[in-house]
Protein backbone atom coordinates (compact mmCIF):
# COMPACT_ATOMS: atom_id res chain seq x y z
CA UNK A 1 0.00 0.00 0.00
CA UNK A 2 1.22 3.25 -0.87
CA UNK A 3 1.04 6.19 1.86
CA UNK A 4 0.61 9.81 0.29
CA UNK A 5 1.57 12.95 2.06
CA UNK A 6 0.08 16.21 0.44
CA UNK A 7 1.89 19.54 0.38
CA UNK A 8 1.79 23.12 -0.50
CA UNK A 9 -1.57 24.83 0.23
CA UNK A 10 -2.41 27.86 1.30
CA UNK A 11 -4.36 31.09 1.25
CA UNK A 12 -3.87 33.13 -1.85
CA UNK A 13 -5.31 35.91 -4.02
CA UNK A 14 -7.21 35.33 -6.72
CA UNK A 15 -5.27 35.16 -10.20
CA UNK A 16 -2.10 33.46 -7.72
CA UNK A 17 -0.41 30.52 -8.45
CA UNK A 18 0.10 27.74 -5.88
CA UNK A 19 2.30 24.19 -6.40
CA UNK A 20 1.21 21.40 -4.59
CA UNK A 21 3.04 18.51 -3.60
CA UNK A 22 2.15 14.35 -3.07
CA UNK A 23 4.87 12.33 -1.90
CA UNK A 24 4.85 8.68 -1.73
CA UNK A 25 5.92 5.90 0.19
CA UNK A 26 6.01 2.52 0.22
CA UNK A 27 5.07 0.49 -2.55
CA UNK A 28 6.98 1.07 -6.17
CA UNK A 29 5.52 4.54 -7.25
CA UNK A 30 5.32 4.02 -10.62
CA UNK A 31 3.49 1.59 -10.88
CA UNK A 32 0.33 3.91 -10.06
CA UNK A 33 -1.63 6.44 -11.95
CA UNK A 34 -1.98 9.50 -9.99
CA UNK A 35 -4.38 11.68 -9.36
CA UNK A 36 -5.95 14.95 -7.50
CA UNK A 37 -8.71 15.65 -6.34
CA UNK A 38 -10.65 17.77 -4.51
CA UNK A 39 -13.58 18.49 -2.07
CA UNK A 40 -15.19 21.62 -1.00
CA UNK A 41 -17.30 22.65 2.50
CA UNK A 42 -20.76 20.90 1.69
CA UNK A 43 -19.96 19.16 -1.75
CA UNK A 44 -18.75 16.12 -3.31
CA UNK A 45 -14.83 15.26 -3.71
CA UNK A 46 -14.13 16.00 -7.25
CA UNK A 47 -11.88 15.15 -10.02
CA UNK A 48 -9.17 17.73 -10.74
CA UNK A 49 -6.48 16.15 -12.89
CA UNK A 50 -4.49 13.02 -13.32
CA UNK A 51 -1.33 11.47 -14.86
CA UNK A 52 -0.19 7.77 -15.86
CA UNK A 53 2.20 6.01 -15.03
CA UNK A 54 5.35 7.09 -16.82
CA UNK A 55 4.15 10.85 -16.74
CA UNK A 56 3.23 10.81 -20.59
CA UNK A 57 -0.85 11.62 -20.54
CA UNK A 58 -2.32 13.74 -18.34
CA UNK A 59 -6.49 14.55 -18.04
CA UNK A 60 -7.93 17.53 -16.51
CA UNK A 61 -11.37 18.48 -15.41
CA UNK A 62 -12.83 20.93 -17.32
CA UNK A 63 -12.84 23.44 -14.34
CA UNK A 64 -8.61 23.11 -14.54
CA UNK A 65 -8.36 23.18 -18.17
CA UNK A 66 -5.91 25.39 -19.49
CA UNK A 67 -4.77 26.89 -15.67
CA UNK A 68 -3.54 24.05 -13.70
CA UNK A 69 -0.90 21.53 -15.02
CA UNK A 70 -0.14 17.46 -12.99
CA UNK A 71 3.09 16.02 -13.40
CA UNK A 72 4.86 13.71 -11.75
CA UNK A 73 8.77 12.74 -10.66
CA UNK A 74 8.98 9.10 -10.31
CA UNK A 75 12.69 9.22 -9.26
CA UNK A 76 11.34 11.56 -6.28
CA UNK A 77 8.09 9.24 -5.71
CA UNK A 78 6.17 12.67 -6.18
CA UNK A 79 3.33 14.16 -8.16
CA UNK A 80 2.43 17.87 -8.83
CA UNK A 81 -0.04 19.76 -9.09
CA UNK A 82 0.92 23.86 -10.44
CA UNK A 83 -2.51 26.21 -10.22
CA UNK A 84 -2.26 28.92 -11.88
CA UNK A 85 -5.14 32.03 -12.08
CA UNK A 86 -6.38 30.50 -9.32
CA UNK A 87 -10.27 31.76 -8.54
CA UNK A 88 -12.37 31.62 -5.10
CA UNK A 89 -14.36 28.63 -6.36
CA UNK A 90 -10.90 26.60 -6.50
CA UNK A 91 -11.27 26.63 -2.56
CA UNK A 92 -10.89 23.16 -1.46
CA UNK A 93 -9.23 20.62 0.55
CA UNK A 94 -7.04 19.01 -2.46
CA UNK A 95 -5.92 15.40 -1.96
CA UNK A 96 -3.78 13.08 -3.84
CA UNK A 97 -4.89 9.13 -4.35
CA UNK A 98 -3.32 6.51 -6.87
CA UNK A 99 -4.14 3.31 -8.67
CA UNK A 100 -3.18 0.73 -11.21
CA UNK A 101 -5.66 2.38 -13.29
CA UNK A 102 -7.11 6.23 -14.02
CA UNK A 103 -10.65 6.86 -12.55
CA UNK A 104 -12.56 9.65 -12.23
CA UNK A 105 -14.63 8.49 -9.61
CA UNK A 106 -13.20 9.26 -5.89
CA UNK A 107 -14.60 5.87 -5.02
CA UNK A 108 -12.97 3.64 -7.14
CA UNK A 109 -8.92 4.62 -5.64
CA UNK A 110 -8.67 3.22 -2.06
CA UNK A 111 -5.44 4.78 -1.11
CA UNK A 112 -5.73 8.99 0.25
CA UNK A 113 -4.04 11.58 1.31
CA UNK A 114 -4.87 13.67 3.93
CA UNK A 115 -5.09 16.56 1.99
CA UNK A 116 -3.95 20.29 1.59
CA UNK A 117 -6.03 23.17 2.06
CA UNK A 118 -6.39 25.36 -0.71
CA UNK A 119 -8.42 29.12 0.07
CA UNK A 120 -8.36 31.64 -2.54
CA UNK A 121 -9.49 34.95 -1.66
CA UNK A 122 -11.08 37.10 -4.14
Known amino acids: QVQLVESGGGLVQAGGSLRLSCAAS????????MAWFRQAPGKEREFVAA????????YYADSAKGRFTISRDNRKNTVYLQMNSLKPEDTAVYYC???????????????WGRGTQVAVSS
Open 97 to 111: TGGPYIEYDSRNYAN
Open 26 to 33: GRTFSNYA
Open 51 to 58: INRNGGNT
